[in-house]
T-cell receptor, first 115, second 110 residues
Framework: AQSVTQPDIHITVSEGASLELRCNYS??????LFWYVQSPGQGLQLLLK??????LVQGIKGFEAEFKRSQSSFNLRKPSVHWSDAAEYFC?????????????FGTGTRLTIIP | DGGITQSPKYLFRKEGQNVTLSCEQN?????MYWYRQDPGQGLRLIYY???????QKGDIAEGYSVSREKKESFPLTVTSAQKNPTAFYLC?????????FGQGTRLTVV
C-alpha cells in the first residue's frame, strides 16, 4: 500500500531564512509525487509535482523539490521564506492510472514564519 | 471556469441528524475524494471513487456514506452513526495524478 510520512508536524523559520520540509514515501513503483499548500480555512493548492525526468522540480512561489529514489524522499525547499509562506504543507503520492487512480496524503507540516 | 465547488461553506446540524455535503466538479475528472481534516491530523481519506457508480472506503469510512451517480457529483452524507462529526471536510478530484480541491465545508454538530 502507498503511504506518505511527513516527520515534522510544525516548523518555525525566520523570514528570509531557508526552508526544507521533509517527505518520505512508500510505493511499489516509480511514484508520482506532489506538494500542496493550504492556507487557513481553504482548500489545497498544488505547489509542484514530479512525474518523471529531472529529479529537481520547480514549482510556484519559488519552491522546489528533489526526488531521491534511494532515500524514498521528496523534500520541499525554498531558499528564502516570506511571511506569506506561513501555511500548512502536504506531501502526496499517487498512482495516476486512469480508472484506478488514488492519491495518498501525508499528515502535513505547519509552517510558522517569525519576523 | 473549471473547478470544484463544495457547498455550503459552513454547516450546522443538531446531534443525531444526518447531513449531506455537496461536491460538484466540471473538470471531467474520473477520480473524486472526500477527506476529513482535524487539527494536527492532516487529511484523512473517508471515501474515494475512481469511476462513476463505484466507490471505495478510505481509512475512516465508518459513519459516512457516499454515492457517485454522475461523474460530476460526489455527495457525502454524515450519518448519526458518526461519533464525532464536527470537522472540516474537503472534496477533491484528480486526473493524471493531479488533484484539485474544493474550498471545504466546516461542519459543526451541536
Amino acid at each position: 500500500a502507498q503511504s506518505v510520512t511527513q516527520p515534522d508536524i510544525h516548523i518555525t523559520v525566520s523570514e528570509g531564512a531557508s526552508l526544507e520540509l521533509r517527505c518520505n514515501y512508500s510505493y511499489g513503483a516509480t511514484p508520482y509525487l506532489f506538494w500542496y499548500v493550504q492556507s487557513p480555512g481553504q482548500g489545497l493548492q498544488l505547489l509542484l509535482k514530479y512525474f518523471s525526468g529531472d529529479t529537481l522540480v520547480q514549482g510556484i512561489k519559488g519552491f522546489e523539490a528533489e526526488f531521491k529514489r534511494s532515500q524514498s524522499s521528496f523534500n520541499l525547499r525554498k531558499p528564502s521564506v516570506h511571511w506569506s509562506d506561513a501555511a500548512e504543507y502536504f506531501c502526496a503520492v499517487g498512482a495516476p492510472n486512469f480508472g484506478n487512480e488514488k492519491l495518498t496524503f501525508g499528515t502535513g507540516t505547519r509552517l510558522t514564519i517569525i519576523p | 471556469d473549471g473547478g470544484i465547488t463544495q457547498s455550503p461553506k459552513y454547516l450546522f446540524r443538531k446531534e443525531g441528524q444526518n447531513v449531506t455535503l455537496s461536491c460538484e466538479q466540471n473538470l471531467n475528472h474520473d477520480a473524486m475524494y472526500w477527506y476529513r481534516q482535524d487539527p494536527g491530523q492532516g487529511l484523512r481519506l473517508i471515501y474515494y471513487s475512481q469511476i462513476v457508480n463505484d466507490f471505495q472506503k478510505g481509512d475512516i469510512a465508518e459513519g459516512y456514506s457516499v454515492s457517485r451517480e454522475k461523474k460530476e457529483s460526489f455527495p457525502l452524507t454524515v450519518t448519526s452513526a458518526q461519533k464525532n462529526p464536527t470537522a472540516f471536510y474537503l472534496c477533491a478530484s484528480s486526473r493524471g495524478g493531479k488533484a484539485f480541491f474544493g474550498q471545504g465545508t466546516r461542519l459543526t454538530v451541536v
